[in-house]
């Protein structure tokens, strides 16, 4: 990152109601110096205020590859935060499977060596699944920073949100970490 230029930080929201919360993050975030860009995944377009965040970034909130012969709209990724990673998308990029841009990016981002963060959102059943605390323990060893508390998962079939117990601040907190390594690397090394 050249010196005196913002950090960018991908925020990538997922199919899960904290999406809703992404307005207030982004606004947080870039009061701690980050220039943000919102992706959506296909089924977290149902849950983000596009045009809000649109507003609020600058940026558009790409939900999609970009066609060929299109220019890329957003700056390059200094660093990603998944907010919330629903088990789907948990257990797809642990698989290392590309099929949303968000996905694609993430996979990416491995490759990269950028900082990452992730905030699961599965319910309690679905954390219980097989598959799932495996992929979270392969992208641990991946270099990814998982910030969640089993104890605060929503529980399945209830109809609350369990939206009041996302670790927002746990979260805001971790990536206020992760910008300083970003802020360090002076100079590139992408
Ligand atoms: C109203 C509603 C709320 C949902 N909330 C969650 C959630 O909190 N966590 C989760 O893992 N999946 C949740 N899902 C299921 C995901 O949206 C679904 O698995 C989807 O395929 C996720 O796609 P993505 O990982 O590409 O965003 C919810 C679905 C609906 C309809």
Redesign the pocket.
Known sequence: MPEGKQPVLYVIG?????AGGLPDLVTSLQSDGWTVCVIS????ARFVDRALLAELTGYPVRVEYERPEEPPVLPLADAIAVV?A????IN?WALGISD?L?LGLLNEAIGLGLPLVAAP???TA?ARHPAFMPSVERLTTCGVSFVWDVERL?LPNSGEP?AASFPWSELHSEIGRIRTICTNRIGGGR
């Open positions: 997922c199919g899960g109601r904290p995944t296909p089924s977290g919330p629903t088990f789907n998308t797809k949303t968000a959102w599965p319910n679905l929503p369990g």
